[in-house]
């Protein structure tokens, strides 16, 4: 044993169970040798491994033998922290934190930070403190902790802030990255303008001709655009980040491919799926190449192709990616770990888009079962589920539970949404959809009531939100014969179409729509004026004898018929 321990010779991977088997079995059954014994194993194991690097345990994810070697770090490195004194020992376990964080190994990655720093006192260095709780803010985040997560980044800025300037500038890169986490534990919890302030801090101190650096932080600022709702300021940020990694030829490849990845599903997002896709597909192939076969980071490649390949109709394609990124999440992560669902979301959506919709119920009820389990961390996943399950449920006719599930969402977004959020008035419109079906109109009424004042008050008036409300309302009080309503809100429609697209097949409707309310009401001067005006526009739509010209041209005759007679 001493004579490998202290050989200058480089070790192979083919070494590592020998060492493991013969060292650590003599340490279990000698424990008086417990400190120079583990002290020999570290020293062993560091020669088998890759320095601090990430870049470097990145590389080695894709050896196998590396791989198979992992479980004996993380078993001795629990073991070196009974003498974390020792420098080896130290050693060891901070490599085997980092390896279990990069590597996304949840539970090791708890464990072994939260042991760290309880045996991490007063008299260790100030970056050896600071890693610590770096690393254990890194762990609380990969649990979807985001509050206590922010509490040791912040602990850590602090003792970095404390230590004076010298120390706050040897440290720069250190001070520069717990900002920007201290900014993603913002955004996790929805606070977009604390995080913002973090991510411009965190940009200024770079210096110019570190174009790495500027565009890892430009990606990070991008990513707060499009959890905020931004989109386009998103696109255009990743657009910036994007170019830069581009242009640098020792630019990581899983950093290239996850910038090309947000670009890609924000494009996606903003209704320019075809121009996503290319960026998507990108994106899966350099994380095939650069990780290993199960690894989150590849996992949401595929889920986020595969919800890029059901918007563009590619259903079969879709189903396949989603169902290959769920096995490997579900290797990566605890059966009941909120991520876990996003990707059943993904999977449920998929069977519906293939008219499985039963198979998407009992999916997305799994769903909401998890995140149940995690609340209030998960409660804006919920409350987005919960609104899928509800619209599944009515699809399939299933409208008590579609009415139950959709109420349930209504209540708990409004626990923590304002009142006039967009996702408010997006809740109030489904539940109304699902009355109007049950045929309780009165109820559906009140409820797109609603939900018109919400979009108003969050959207702009032109808004396909606020005008799909307008619609929907002046059809069901016409129904109800609630003719002046009906012809209100047609009215309103009709000065929104004016100004958006004066000559289309929505303003022929609306204009027609008018016209039935103003004959019900027995104006009959006006009725004739909206019935002209829908000819009028029919007639340059469609070509002469089209039956949509026919509808309006009868009720017009009609019309003349009760003001002239025969």
């Not at 890892?216 to 255009?236: D, F, P, W």
């Not at 996702?423 to 489904?430: D, M, Q, V």
Request: hydrophobic share 40%; glycine share 4%; aromatic share 6%.
């Amino acid at each position: 044993l001493v004579d490998v321990s202290d050989s200058n010779e480089g070790y192979s991977f083919d070494m590592h169970p020998l060492v493991h088997s013969t060292v650590l079995e003599h340490v279990i059954r000698q424990p008086e040798e417990l400190r120079s014994r583990l002290t020999s194993l570290c020293h062993c194991l560091l020669r088998l491994l890759p320095q601090y690097s990430d870049s470097d345990i990145k590389r080695c994810l894709k050896d196998d033998k590396f791989i198979s070697l992992i479980p004996h770090v993380y078993a001795t490195a629990e073991k070196a922290l009974w003498v974390y004194d020792d420098g080896m020992c130290v050693s060891l376990v901070n490599i085997a934190c980092s390896i279990s964080l990069i590597s996304q190994h949840v539970d090791v990655a708890a464990r072994l930070c939260h042991k760290r720093l309880k045996a991490t006192d007063v008299s260790a260095t100030i970056r050896q403190r600071y890693r610590a709780l770096y690393d254990m803010g890194q762990a609380l985040q990969l649990m979807a902790k985001p509050q206590e997560a922010q509490m040791h980044f912040k602990n850590a800025l602090q003792l970095i802030e404390s230590c004076g300037e010298n120390v706050k500038k040897t440290m720069a890169r250190e001070y520069r990255l717990v900002l920007s986490r201290l900014a993603e534990c913002c955004k996790d919890q929805e606070m977009f303008a604390e995080a913002e302030r973090f991510y411009l801090t965190s940009l200024s101190l770079i210096a110019e001709d570190d174009s790495h650096a500027i565009a890892v932080a430009l990606h990070n600022l991008a990513g707060n655009y499009q959890a905020s709702g931004r989109i386009e300021k998103a696109i255009e940020a990743y657009g910036q980040a994007l170019e830069m990694k581009r242009a640098n030829p020792q630019c990581d490849p899983l950093s290239l491919s996850t910038t090309m990845q947000q670009m890609g599903y924000c494009l996606m997002l903003n209704g320019e799926s075809e121009k996503a896709l290319p960026f998507l597909e990108a994106s899966l192939l350099l994380c095939k190449e650069h990780l290993p076969e199960e690894h989150l980071d590849l996992a949401e490649a595929g889920r986020k192709l595969s919800e890029c390949c059901e918007r563009l109709g590619d259903h079969r394609r879709a189903l396949q990616l989603c169902q290959e990124a769920l096995a490997i999440a579900s290797r990566c992560l605890p059966g009941n770990h909120p991520n876990i669902a996003v990707y059943m979301s993904q999977l449920a959506s998929c069977y519906r888009s293939t008219g499985e919709v039963d198979k998407a119920i009992n999916i997305m009820q799994q769903c909401v079962g998890i995140q149940k389990q995690h609340l209030p961390t998960s409660r804006k996943a919920l409350c987005t589920s919960l609104s899928n399950l509800g619209l599944y449920y009515s699809e399939k006719g299933m409208l008590h539970e579609a009415i139950g599930t959709l109420e349930e969402c209504l209540v708990a977004r409004r626990l923590f949404l304002p009142p006039e959020h967009p996702s408010i008035g997006t809740t109030l419109w489904n539940l109304g959809l699902a009355y109007e079906k049950a045929k309780n109109v009165v109820k559906a009424t009140e409820l797109f009531r609603e939900c018109l004042s919400v979009r108003e008050k969050s959207l702009p008036a032109t808004h396909p939100g606020v005008i799909a409300v307008l619609w929907k309302l002046s059809s069901i009080l016409y129904k109800q014969e609630l003719y002046a309503k009906s012809f209100q809100l047609n009215r309103r429609l009709h000065n929104i179409l004016k100004a958006l697209c004066p000559l289309s097949e929505d303003m022929a409707r609306v204009c027609h729509n008018m016209g039935m309310c103003c004959l019900e009401l027995g104006q009959l001067d006006a009725a004739e004026e909206a019935f002209t005006e829908s000819v009028r526009i029919k007639s340059a739509l469609y070509p002469q004898g089209d039956t949509r010209i026919a509808t309006s041209e009868r009720m017009l005759h009609q019309l003349w018929q009760l003001k002239f007679g025969n």
